[in-house]
Structure formats: structure tokens, C-alpha cells
């Protein structure tokens, strides 16, 4: 692993590209981990999407130093459902090694699809599963969960419910006057709410502790999902007295 | 992985102590792979199951030489039902330093449940299922299945239903004057029959290729499971002319 | 590897208790890589040294905590000859779980031996050398090298020697009115000189680029051994004009 | 690890293409490890060597089932020596992926020199050298010494003799009327002597138990080398009396 710095969850091409250069230009590079591989997750784990022209730039890098490019779309579908999204599967599927269609987070009971763009990576990708010890007798669980999400725009329509929830959240807080910590578009809402206040809305809703932020406040995650019924979204929001 | 001769799957006591044995006593053992668990399955991939005297004198080579013993139990709640059976689940626990009850083939959807007798590998068991990707999301769902086989004795009725069917299956087959390849007590049958009439079957019925026999003959396995209906048995023999 | 922050190449029983305890404390814990281990070098890779406070704090957390210390010593002999040095042989024996004396950097064409006190780790070691792809066919080629260092003292002189030209460097830079990056009491030196200076240097000399300073000044490394004859060190600071 | 038997310590070419077709025409091959590479030794453990029509053969069903051929050369040098050798560095060099030169085993204090014909096998090779413990600070110690191996034929020189004094050591035991195990062309020789002489020949010489033969006899190897005397053969066969 050699990770990059940065500030809102998304690393550039530029930054890769020094990254990469500077490592082979090392006289002692031999002796370093080499990079190999980009890895990025869309949404970021804050919430916040590559666009279209990032994710073009960073696959052009990718192809300069023949690096692959994998995209971890654990919460995929969320990132297609964001205002302003453009990066959709056909430019995934053009412009990456391969990346994973998330399901466990999006409705299924458990699975992650992965999509093997580049024919180099294909070879014995069944042998590797087995060796991993992926390879479950009924794979079939599987498979028929895509094939129900895929059907009729279900996948689409999970990412949109969950999404609309999480910005509802958002616009909420901030009309209520306090702060958002990032700007999420997705379906992950990072708020800077009073310890107080927090203590009291846990006693009915789950939020992920995410950092301290102050003597007073924390910085905390609300996430929601296919599940999340908009009434209790609009509790939430009740519970927000305004500041 | 170091592989002991066996006949009917079985391996034994007198086996594992003489391996063991001349292992450590070889002046180049550092050379060689050395054991350091034993790994059985209850029942065996063909079909035959360990009883409590064999277990138990394995367990007592495996304690002399400090040696882990696994079973596999994968097919395990077809073991319980055979008939003669006399090693169940509190034997294993007593005797064993790890063993599995398989879920995937008794009736659930996926899964096995581990169960780590032998303390000292206890420690740090859950960062090893996360290292290994072995751990899920929504973990739940492997819990609540176990959970249920082990209500109200569905677990063994599974077991109970699966080898009766497999059993009429070998009674049938000898009855109508073809021999079986293999003694096996419990779900699984190997059969030696003609390619002719194996040819036959196929258009209805499923069964795994196991080994030529002869020129007229191949050895077949037939499984059984919960889902298999009685009728279906029936059909089964009813297809078999008398030899 | 989790990798503590440092200013002088050295970490704190402190920052290890620390991190080890929030380590444990966070629920999340068996999603993250877990202290196993405590891995220093003596000297650091900057030269300096731990004194045995230093070493025995580390020591006692260690045991706290259930983690094994290990202390690598490849250029260990350099440390025992640093003026103020107070961490010898006995007491790595007695405040580590495994440490190592270094051949290569003191003398010896390659090899370092390995010293395991914690007897937990000594089992199977040679089957470990053996998979790892460590073990030679004439291995006495290490072991001559090892019994020759320390007989009649020769490790112990090496490393005197050493350390000797290398304060040399250090005070003279200094009385030249230059400055040290680092306070190197072993055989490296880090120094900050100038640009115009350094390529002037290089034509004899061998250094290495440690990192950039400012516009007209770089920090490099002066690395001494058994082999570096006083007079080069007179040579070498008769290169470096006064400031 | 996929073994073939052997009788003779060499494999064949048609041993190869069947064990490599019959493993992808399994329906179930994903779940069994996969060829993916032969490898040979040359001469082999009993002190065979493969021919050139042989190695011939071996790389064309090698290149037929994109199979990599390596051959590990530890005692190569011996392999050229032999009468009736026809496979030099050249063929070698030709007809396979990877083979090793072995210094160790032929007057090298240690290693062996990898030669990578495959230019896909060559790709970050000296990353994996340092990933895996091999890269040595001070390499120079390697090359030298195989820079003195290959000069004025000295490599050539080192095997002619061995073989030499192992051939005779061969034409002695049988003229003084014993069996050999193996026909061995190369530096080892195995032979079927008599316990009480084996006994008495302990005394000054050594040799390697190999397996046993009867109750009176025993089938030992004798090695020779670059240091072998040829008046210690002399004395060898002087202590073996006629049967």
C-alpha cells in the first residue's frame, strides 16, 4: 500500500504521475515498494465522486506508467444517483482494469460483482477464486441477486431512494444552522453537530462517530440506503432543534 | 500438504504415529514439510465414517506428537445418521482440536461453522477471517441459518432423510445383482455399472463419473440430499434392470 | 507495518502504549492491521541511539501488551562504540525478544546472526530458514565469519574505528562553520553543505543525498566503516573550506 | 507441487502432454492445481542427464500448453562432463524459459546464476530478489565468484574432474564384482554393497545412505567434487575387496 494524501477522499492523475515518476527515477527503487496498481473508490469513503474528466486523466496516467486502474464500487450505484454524476458503467467499463459493482451495500444480502476489463487479467481468475477460497458451491446465490438488481432499473432505484434520504439530511442540517464537514453528494452525510445533541438523537438513530472536532462538537457520519423510510428521516430532522 | 495411503478413505492411527515418527527422525527433517495437524474427513469422500475407537486412538498419536487434529465436516450431519454411528458432536469436541459442521451440503444456502476447541488457536481467529476476506457485511445471515438447522433437530432429520434415500439406492443396486465399488454408510453411493445403461440413467438422473472399471463398467457416484424426493429413488431403481 | 511518527529516527514506550491501547480500545480493531510487534534499529536509521531507559520502558510496554520486541542491529557494532553508549550485548539479551548482529556493515562479506531469547519463537526457526529460501550448504561460511568478529575483540575495534573517523567528520564540518542535520553520535553523518561545495566534494568523495535544504544547500550523508583510512577523513575536511 | 513418477529420475515429454491434457480437459479443473510450469534437474537427483533430443521434445510440449520449463542446474556443471553429453549451455539457453547454474555444488563458496530466456519471466525480477530476502548488500561476493568459474574454462575443468573420479569409482566397485543402482554418467554414484563392508568403509570414507536393498546389502551414494583426490579413490577402491 502506498497511499496518497487527500483532502476530500479523491486522489488526481497529477498526483500519481509524480508518485510514479519519482519512484522510477529513484536510483534505490528496487529496494521500494513498486506501485503497480491505482485503486479508487467511487463514491470515496466521504462520500464525494470522481467525474468524468478525473477519471479520464487518471486512466491516462495509468497508461503512460501501465498501471492498472481498479475502481471499488462497494457503494456504486450511489455514486450514479449524486447530482452532477457523469461517470456511469460504460465509462467504467472503458476507462479501468477493472472495477466491482457493490451489492451488499446496495440491497443484496451479500456479493460484490467485479468486472475484469483488461484480458491480461482474466487468465485463471477462477483457479484464484478457489485458491482464495471464494468459490461457494451454490454460486448461483450470487448470481441471481445482480440479475435481480439489474432488472427493471432496481439497482438505479435503490442508489436514488438512498441518495434523495442523505441529501434530505444534509439540507436539513444546514438549514437548522450548523455546519456540514464535507460535501457529500452520495448517500454518506458527515455533519458537525454538539455533543449534546448527538447524545440525545442516538437514543433513536445510528450515526458512526467519525472524528472530534471540538470542545463542544463531533464530527459524525449518517448513512442511509434502500431501507432508510423517509418518516424517519424527517424525524431525524425534528430532533435537530435549530441552533 | 503430506498425503497417507488409504484404501477406504479412512487413514489411521498406526499410520500417522509411523509418518510422524520417521519424520522427526530423519537427520534432514528440516528439509521436508513437517506435519503439524491432521486433517480427516467425517465422512470421508467416500462415503465411510470414522468410528469412536479410531478417532479417539488418533487423537491420542496426534497428542504425543503435538499435532493440531481437524476434522472437516463438511458432510458432517450425514455421518450422524449412518448407521453404526458413534462419534457425534460431543466426541468431536472432546477429540479434535477444530472441526467444521457444513452447512452447504445439509440444506443451507451457504456456510460452515467452525468450531476451535483447542484454545491456543483461538487467539486473533477474527483478524484471520478478515485477512483472508472471509468476512462479510452482513454476517447475519451465516448465524441465523445455523441457527435454524439446529432447532427442533432439523439438522439431523436433513442427514436422517439423505442417507435412508442413499441407502435404498445401494440395496436397490445390489438387489438387482450389480455390485457396489465402495461400503459407504452414508449419503453418497459408488456403484460399479454398465456404460450402457448408465448412458440410460443420464437422460433422468444425475450422477458423478467416479473411475473406469472395465471395459463394459464404470464406477458412478449417486448423492443424496434433504431435497432428494423418495418417488425419485424410486424412479431411480425402477430404471435398473434386473442383471 | 504500522509506522510511528519520529523526529530523531527513535520511538517512545509512550507512542507504543498509546497506539496499542487505541488499537484495542476501537471496536472496529479486527478491521485493522494489529500490533504484533515493536521493530527498532540500533542505531536508527539517522544515527542515533536508544540508551537503556529508552530501551527498558520499551521493554515493560512490550510485556504489557503482549507484543514481541525485536531490535535489528545491522549496525549494531557502530552503537556500542558511540561515546555515551550504555545498551550492550547482555542487555539486548535480556530487553528484546530477538535481535540481530550485523556482518555485513561491520566487516563480514554478508550474513548477521540472529539472537532469539524468547524461547517461543525458536520453534521449527530452522524449518523457517529452510522455506524462506535462507539456508545455505555451507553455511560455516557465516558461522567463521561471526566466531572471527568476535574474538580478541575485533567487532568491537571495527565499530571503534568507525565511530572515530565519523566524529571527526562531524566536529570538523562544524569547526568549518557548517551545520549537522542530525546529532549522530555513531558512524553516519549528516551534514547540511553547500551545493557548489558537494559536486566539488564528489569528485573523491562518496556521499549520499539525504534530502534538499534550501536554494544554495543540500543535506548528505558521510557514511565511515573498518576500511575508512584516517588520512581520507583528513583529505576530506581539508576539501571543505571554511565558511 | 504436481509429481510424475520416475524411474530413471528423469520425466518425458509424453508424460507431460498427457498429465497437462487430461488436467484441462476435467470439467472440474478450476478446483485442482494447475501446470503451469515443468521442472527439471539436470542431471538429475539419481545423476541422470536428459539428452537434446529429450529436452527437445520437453520444450516443444511445453510451448504446445504454454507451460514455462525451467531447469534447475545445481550440479549442471557435472551434466556437461558426462559421456554422451550433448546438451551444453547453448541448448539450454534455447530450449528453455529459466535454468540455474550451480556454483555451490561446483566449487562456488555459494550461489547459483539464474539465466531468464523468457522475457516475460524478467519483469521486475530484481524487486522480487529484494521482496524475498536474496539481494545481498555486498553481490559483488556472487558475481566474482562466477566471473572466476567461467574464465580459462575453470567451470568445465571443476566437473570434468569429479566426473572422472566418480567414474571410476563406478568401473572399480563393479570390475570388483557389485551391482550399481543407477547408470549415472555424472558425479554420483549408487551402489549396492554389503552392510559389514559399508561399516568398515565408515571409518575413512563418507557416503549417504539411500534406501535399503536386502539384509546384507544397503544402496549408499558416493559424491565427488573439485576437491576430490584421486588417490582418495584409489584408497576407496582399495578398501572395497573383491566379492
Request: aromatic share 10%; with cysteine; hydrophobic share 40%.
Amino acid at each position: 500500500m502506498l497511499p496518497l494524501p487527500s483532502a476530500d477522499g479523491k486522489i488526481t492523475a497529477e498526483q500519481i504521475r509524480q508518485y510514479t515518476a519519482a519512484h522510477f527515477a529513484d536510483g534505490n527503487a528496487e529496494h521500494i515498494v513498486q506501485p503497480g496498481m491505482v485503486y479508487l473508490s467511487q463514491p470515496t469513503e466521504v462520500g464525494t465522486i470522481y467525474d468524468k474528466g478525473e477519471l479520464s486523466a487518471i486512466w491516462q496516467v495509468c497508461q503512460a506508467f501501465e498501471l492498472k486502474l481498479y475502481v471499488d464500487g462497494a457503494r456504486l450505484g450511489n455514486s450514479f444517483a449524486a447530482e452532477g454524476a457523469n461517470v456511469f458503467l460504460p465509462d467504467l467499463a472503458r476507462m479501468t482494469s477493472a472495477f466491482s459493482i457493490g451489492g451488499t451495500k446496495l440491497g443484496a444480502l451479500f456479493g460484490e460483482a467485479l468486472v475484469i476489463n483488461d484480458s491480461a487479467l482474466k487468465k485463471d481468475f477462477r483457479y484464484m477464486i478457489k485458491q482464495r477460497g471464494g468459490m461457494l458451491a451454490k454460486g448461483r446465490l450470487l448470481g441471481i441477486q445482480f440479475e435481480t438488481l439489474f432488472e427493471d432499473g432496481l439497482y438505479d432505484e435503490i442508489g436514488r431512494h438512498a441518495v434523495k434520504q442523505a441529501q434530505r439530511i444534509a439540507e436539513g442540517i444546514q438549514a437548522r444552522g450548523y455546519q456540514l464537514f464535507a460535501q457529500s453528494p452520495t448517500n454518506q452525510v458527515f455533519a458537525i453537530l454538539p455533543k449534546e445533541l448527538l447524545k440525545a438523537l442516538s437514543q433513536e438513530f445510528g450515526y458512526a462517530f467519525w472524528q472530534a472536532y471540538d470542545e463542544q462538537n463531533d464530527v459524525v457520519r449518517f448513512c442511509t440506503s434502500w431501507a432508510t423510510p423517509p418518516e424517519m428521516v424527517t424525524a431525524l430532522l425534528d430532533g435537530i432543534r435549530k441552533k
